[in-house]
């Protein structure tokens, strides 16, 4: 019998916005899929494996006491190396924080920040998705819904363009018999390249720095747990907790570095901005820009072809100076209603 194997090359992620929590997008809905191009693509099913436990006569586990089920699963969409390009950093960055301020003229600038009022998904508040791993098989791709984000990693180096890593988590069970023959929308090739940085700096202490980066890490992190039941064997909706958020900065060893190495010990806050585009970040299509605010939480001398040193700033507010850990804002001619 011939073996013809197919290849992960082959396969390609899908999302789409949902407008209706619980409502799935079908497989073939016209101008509502995306294409996510990436390196690493998976998605993870959850099946509870419940061992019913009784005394059966003999020594040994049988078949009768287990019982598998996927009544509350909480699937996974796995998605790493994803070259970011402009269009898609919105729908990422909605599906993380559930919270954003959008300008009602072009370019449509767009703020993201830890909300204050957090959202209810069964109201179909905040944003979540459907997600596809679309196999090279007609009805065999794997497909979860009612996706959100509960990680975010984004990261550049010089000569390189600004790639990221999203871990999705969704509700239900996974179909794996779906059948997308829709045709599948891919975002333009405008990407955030490392030269087009024009802005890196820190605030401590009252004064700016402004050090020579060779490489920068976001990651950003919910613990998502799952809260009530619908009847159907679905939870009711999702619940947002203990945010955690890191900065990490290689950076050339000279007077910026070694200030703020000496904050690593007395707990003064230091802040960051990272932009492309604008000054005035928002103003102008294409603009990208990260504010955070936090304390060191690591700092280590590298030796390469110059001598580096690498701090990271763990993301916290501060609520008696109106700081908060991080703020976000895209300007991507795109009107999304957020």
């Given at each position: ?8 090359t ?26 996510i ?113 509960q ?29 997308p ?55 009711q ?9 890191t ?28 932009g ?22 690591a ?26 850990p ?13």
């Open positions: 019998m011939p073996i013809v194997p197919y290849v992960g082959e396969t390609v992620l899908w999302i789409a916005e949902q407008a209706t929590f619980g409502t799935a997008i079908a497989d073939d809905a016209a101008d509502s899929w995306h294409e191009q990436s390196v690493g693509g998976k998605i993870a099913p959850d099946v509870n494996i419940i061992d019913v436990k009784g005394d059966r006569g003999y020594r040994y586990p049988d078949v009768e006491d287990f019982h598998h089920t996927e009544d509350g699963a909480m699937p996974a969409a796995i998605i790493s190396d994803i070259p970011i390009r402009k269009t898609d950093l919105a729908r990422f960055w909605m599906l993380f924080f559930h919270n954003c301020t959008e300008g009602e003229e072009a370019p449509f600038s767009k703020t993201f920040t830890i909300p204050t009022t957090y959202p209810d998904f069964s109201a179909n508040g905040g944003l979540f998705c459907s997600v596809i791993h679309k196999m090279p098989v007609a009805a065999s791709s794997w497909k979860i819904n009612d996706c959100i984000c990680h975010l990693n984004l990261k550049n180096s010089p000569k390189s363009v600004v790639t990221g890593s999203v871990d999705l988590v969704g509700r239900g069970a996974t179909s794996t018999t779906a059948d023959d829709a045709t599948q929308l891919l975002a333009p090739a405008t990407f955030f390249t490392w030269e087009r940085m024009a802005r890196f700096t820190y605030a401590v202490g009252g004064g700016n720095l402004s050090p020579v980066p060779y490489a920068w890490d976001l990651d950003l992190r919910w613990k998502i747990t799952p809260a009530g039941a619908d009847g159907s064997g679905l939870f909706t999702f619940i947002l907790d203990e945010f955690a958020g900065f990490k900065a290689t950076l050339l060893w000279d007077a910026n570095t070694k200030l703020l190495f000496s904050k690593l010990a007395d707990k003064t806050a230091v802040e960051f901005n990272v492309y585009g604008n000054a005035s970040a928002g103003t102008v299509d294409g603009d990208f820009d990260i504010s955070g605010h936090g304390l060191l939480n700092a280590s001398i590298e030796r390469g072809d110059t001598l580096n040193k690498e701090i990271t700033i763990n993301l916290v507010g501060d609520e008696e100076n109106s700081k908060v991080i703020t976000i804002i895209v300007a991507d001619g795109e009107d999304k209603a957020y």
